[in-house]
């Protein structure tokens, strides 16, 4: 089974810095997403990991470590279209084409 | 373009009274999911399609069935809606070849149950 952590709500300040951390106990790993999801809309895909270390795309960069079972998304230069929930999810390499999905982190951005 | 499309998006129906879900893509992927998202909650996975190949998730009530009739179409049926089956039905698509097996969302379909 999957048990995937991530805190609830983040507030931070348009231009600011956010990051999100993901923990996660699972049977097997074989590649983490981050998908953002904005209230009533569909998830859409923002970054995978499957090797430790960082990726970057543009604002948002997304970081993991398998050996600790840690991911975060980094979001920079906050916009107030960056308010939405972001979900975290796992994929097991016994059936690795089903994700787990955290229950995500709702971030508030203020201006 | 949409790439994957829900009908309907909206869905009032009352308590027992069968419910069908569709669900289309542009994309021919082979791997097709059906999740079940209720406020403020993970999305969970209720079955999914690898081909035409059916995966039930072993939590999944039997009240939920589904359908996949062609690449392009799957359908999610609610034999006796209750209460508790009030949430956002999402479906998902993704192929079984390439890096990262990202998933595809539709927008959802939003059911509530009166």
């Known amino acids: 089974g999957q048990n995937i952590d991530q805190p609830t709500e983040m507030t931070a300040t348009e231009g600011a810095i956010v990051q999100i951390n993901c923990t996660y106990q699972t049977s097997g790993f074989n590649g983490l997403f981050w998908y953002q999801q904005h209230a009533g809309e569909a998830p859409t895909f923002l970054s995978y990991?499957?090797?430790?270390g960082l990726e970057e795309k543009g604002r948002f960069s997304s970081f993991l470590s398998r050996s600790k079972g840690y991911s975060y998304l980094l979001l920079k230069e906050l916009q107030m279209k960056d308010s939405a929930s972001y979900l975290c999810a796992v994929r097991d390499n016994k059936n690795d084409y089903k994700l787990s999905f955290g229950a995500g982190t709702t971030v508030t951005v203020r201006a | 373009d949409a790439m994957v499309i829900q009908n309907p998006r909206y869905q009032v129906t009352q308590f027992g009274k069968p419910v069908t879900l569709s669900c289309s893509q542009t994309?021919?992927?082979?791997?097709m999911y059906w999740y079940q998202q209720k406020s403020s909650q993970a999305p969970k996975l209720l079955f999914h399609?690898?081909?035409?190949?059916?995966?039930n998730e072993a939590d999944t009530p039997d009240n939920f069935q589904s359908r996949r009739p062609n690449t392009s179409f799957c359908f999610l049926d609610i034999r006796s809606p209750g209460l508790g089956d009030a949430a956002m039905y999402l479906c998902a698509t993704s192929r079984d070849r390439g890096r990262t097996y990202e998933q595809y969302f539709g927008p959802g379909t939003r059911l509530t149950v009166t």
């Open positions: 994309l021919n992927h082979n791997v």
């Open positions: 990991n499957v090797l430790d």
């Open positions: 399609y690898y081909d035409k190949d059916f995966n």
